[in-house]
Nanobody, 116 residues
Framework: QVQLVESGGGLVQAGRSLRLSCAASRSSFSINTMGWYRQAPGKQRELVAAVTSGGTTNYADSVKGRFTISRDNAKNTVNLQMNSLKPEDTAVYYC??????????WGQGTQVTVSS
């Protein structure tokens, strides 16, 4: 089992920045991929960014150049630095951890609201 706790969401004006953090309850060295997903009202949950245990990253086209995902295996954390935020980034953001043979685990979600 992996428990994930997110923090850092909130209300921000367009163009500003926010940093999301996610802490995992088990050693992240055994977690294959950690990532952030988001779900806006009336829309499906979508991948925002992910990072493998080896450091390979993947971003949604809509956030490339604005968001940066980082992972600290020693601290069991994954962070999402979000710059130049847009109103369309408004959503609940979920931390995800994928562990081979065990599947995916999710955090409780944190609300990000970007006002225009």
């Amino acid at each position: 089992q992996v428990q994930l706790v997110e923090s850092g969401g909130g209300l921000v004006q367009a163009g500003r920045s926010l940093r999301l953090s996610c802490a995992a309850s088990r050693s992240s060295f055994s977690i294959n991929t950690m990532g952030w997903y988001r779900q806006a009202p009336g829309k499906q949950r979508e991948l925002v960014a992910a990072v493998t245990s080896g450091g390979t990253t993947n971003y949604a086209d809509s956030v490339k150049g604005r968001f940066t995902i980082s992972r600290d295996n020693a601290k069991n954390t994954v962070n999402l630095q979000m710059n130049s935020l847009k109103p369309e980034d408004t959503a609940v953001y979920y931390c995800n951890a994928y562990v081979a043979r065990f599947g995916s685990f999710w955090g409780q979600g944190t609300q990000v609201t970007v006002s225009s």
